[in-house]
T-cell receptor, first 113, second 117 residues
Framework: DTGVSQDPRHKITKRGQNVTFRCDPI?????LYWYRQTLGQGPEFLTY????????KSRLLSDRFSAERPKGSFSTLEIQRTEQGDSAMYLC???????????FGPGTRLTVL | RKEVEQDPGPFNVPEGATVAFNCTYS??????FFWYRQDCRKEPKLLMS???SGNEDGRFTAQLNRASQYISLLIRDSKLSDSATYLC??????????????????FGQGTILTVHP
């Protein structure tokens, strides 16, 4: 499968714990995006990378959230001191710089108890 | 006011019906427009791009009115397999070292469609 992959697919954690998610984009894509989706809403932009550079971060991304893409390939999204409001589907997408289409991964569903 | 607004529905239609979805966006600087489809508990997938001249892909027709900041999607001859959430999406253009490129996607809330036998 050469699509976008995400790991884990599901994560249940207790409030206050730290969690880390991984995204592997389509190999030739140099742009990688993170979005968050809650029930009944469309995805909301969190941040994106071009190669290893983080070019934009949403106001939604509080200081408890950090994302990295150290070698311009896979990316990680870490949430520290999780809160119940962090429960959501975290989606990763990738694209060519010159293409409008973003291909989404299957998402990581986070539940904070 | 949300940047992209859609009627959340749900729309419940019989097979063979024609159904139309509407969407408005608030940022007049938006450059590109799309409809994405999202099946239950799955990731969004691009359905079609939307152009001012209007574009058609089989049973699907999309239209953009920049003056009114309004986007539409028409589905003719609905099939059971069309049941999904339809997401209206806009994006701007951001600079990069190679020129310009599409940036973050801004999604509407989504419109739920259920096609029944």
């Amino acid at each position: 499968d050469t699509g976008v992959s995400q790991d884990p697919r599901h994560k249940i954690t207790k409030r206050g714990q730290n969690v880390t998610f991984r995204c592997d984009p389509i190999s030739e894509h140099n742009r990688l995006y993170w979005y968050r989706q809650t029930l009944g809403q469309g995805p909301e932009f969190l941040t994106y990378f071009q190669n290893e550079a983080q070019l934009e971060k949403s106001r939604l991304l509080s200081d408890r959230f950090s994302a990295e893409r150290p070698k311009g390939s896979f990316s990680t999204l870490e949430i520290q001191r999780t809160e119940q409001g962090d429960s959501a589907m975290y989606l990763c997408a990738s694209s060519w710089t010159s293409s409008g289409e973003q291909f989404f991964g299957p998402g990581t569903r986070l539940t904070v108890l | 006011r949300k940047e992209v607004e859609q009627d959340p529905g749900p729309f419940n239609v019989p097979e063979g019906a024609t159904v139309a979805f509407n969407c408005t966006y608030s940022n007049s600087a938006s450059q590109s427009f799309f409809w994405y489809r999202q099946d239950c508990r799955k990731e969004p997938k691009l359905l079609m791009s939307v152009y001012s001249s209007g574009n058609e892909d089989g049973r699907f027709t999309a239209q953009l009115n920049r003056a009114s900041q309004y986007i539409s999607l028409l589905i003719r001859d609905s099939k059971l397999s069309d049941s999904a959430t339809y997401l209206c999406v806009v994006t701007g253009i951001t600079p990069n070292a190679g020129g310009t490129s599409y940036g973050k996607l801004t999604f509407g809330q989504g419109t739920i469609l259920t096609v029944h036998p």
